[in-house]
């Protein structure tokens, strides 16, 4: 089961379901149950549960510089 820590990347990160080998980017798959750190998603053709995406989640004592160009609310 996939399991991306970059809620905003995955948006954009190509997808396909292994059920009916359809073919996308994550924002398209539709959301099934939320939980406290992410959400399980399914293929739009047939259904399947495609596997649980983790939220975006930044805990460090020193951050690399850069981190907060990784930060941003994903609308779907």
């Not at 089961?1 to 924002?27: Q, R, S």
């Not at 983790?54 to 951050?63: F, H, L, N, R, Y």
Request: with cysteine; glycine share 14%.
């Amino acid at each position: 089961m996939p399991l991306l820590d970059f809620y905003g990347e995955f948006a954009a990160t190509g997808v396909a379901c292994d059920a009916c080998k359809w073919t996308g980017i994550g924002a398209e798959l539709t959301s099934g149950e939320t939980f406290g750190d992410g959400i399980d998603k399914h293929c739009p053709v047939c259904g399947e549960r495609w596997g649980f995406v983790q939220w975006s989640v930044i805990v460090a004592d020193e951050p690399p510089d850069d981190c907060r160009s990784k930060i941003g609310r994903v609308e779907f």
